[in-house]
């Protein structure tokens, strides 16, 4: 008969030295101290020559099952003997290396393919492809939406089944054959980036300082020491009774990713800003929220409104 186990104590008694990855799992999928046979997840008992047997797991939980693979990818040696890099751990530094060196998918893949042919027995990854079905696991993943060219709407929610912009009837694929829209926006899910700030036994606390760290002399350090944040305090007290709701300041500028001011094509990313933490944390990059990517020339102005539209029904 199946047994269960708290997620906590699988990771205690089959990862030793207990590793960061096993915490950033945790972290990412919030499942510390929670008992799984409640939440109708089980799986078989470890054995004597595995250290760690994910067994079956019963029912259709996949957030379950994304969590059982990261755990047996963070438990499982590079290669044989290795104790400083895990398969899980080897490739999120590797897919760091690529973002800070803002390398493409192509040289990715050629590198995973010589470090593949160079170490047979090391478990890496064929191509960048089978390498991104493993980061996404751990939420790094965002939604195509379909956008009007004019930027007069999204075919989103009631509207994504539409064929021409509702507004404008401009047509909404540019490729009939190949159903390839005219503009795309991308949209990073809000949701679980915020349920992570309060999952991570890091952030949890500090999304909450702005109500409980005091003011003592009472100059304005932070957006919380102002009038407006006090006013909207007032405005709004059913929401600014509880610290953990998350206040956001919305920012946003243009950039061309092909570095030739000669292509005239710009991207405008949408960057989030968690005031509830310290000033000292809040406007550090690692805290910035990219919640979207919108493609156009000029500048969205008044239009970016249509954009928000996923942010605000999430």
Known sequence: MPQTFHSTHVIEETLQPQDLMV????????????????????????????????????????????????????????????????K????????????????????????????????????IPVSFYEAKKTINKLGLNYTKIHACPNDCMLYFGEDEGLQECKKCKTYRWKDNKKKQPTKILRYFPLKPRLRRLFMCSKTAESMR??????NQDGLMRHPRDSQAWKAFDLLYPEFAIDPRNVRLDLASDSFNPFRA???????????????????????????FILSMIIPRKQMPGNDIDVYLLPLIKS
């Open 261 to 287: 001011m000669a292509t005239n094509y710009s991207i405008w990313p949408v960057v989030l800003i968690p005031y509830n933490r310290p000033p000292w944390e809040c406007m550090k990059q690692t805290s």
């Open 209 to 214: 300082w702005h109500s409980s760290a005091g």
């Open 88 to 123: 899980l751990s080897f490739l999120v530094k590797l897919y760091h290396i690529k973002c800070l060196c803002r390398m493409d998918d192509k040289a990715m893949s050629m590198i995973l393919e010589l470090l593949k042919d160079a170490f047979k027995d090391a478990k």
């Open 23 to 86: 915490t950033m799992v945790n972290d990412a999928f919030g499942f510390m101290g929670n008992n799984i046979n409640e939440l109708g997840v089980s799986y078989e008992p470890m054995n004597s020559e595995e250290t760690f047997n994910k067994g079956h797991i019963y029912g259709h939980n996949e957030e379950y099952a994304k969590f059982y693979e990261l755990v047996e990818d963070g438990n499982q040696p590079l290669y044989e003997g290795c104790v400083k890099y895990s």
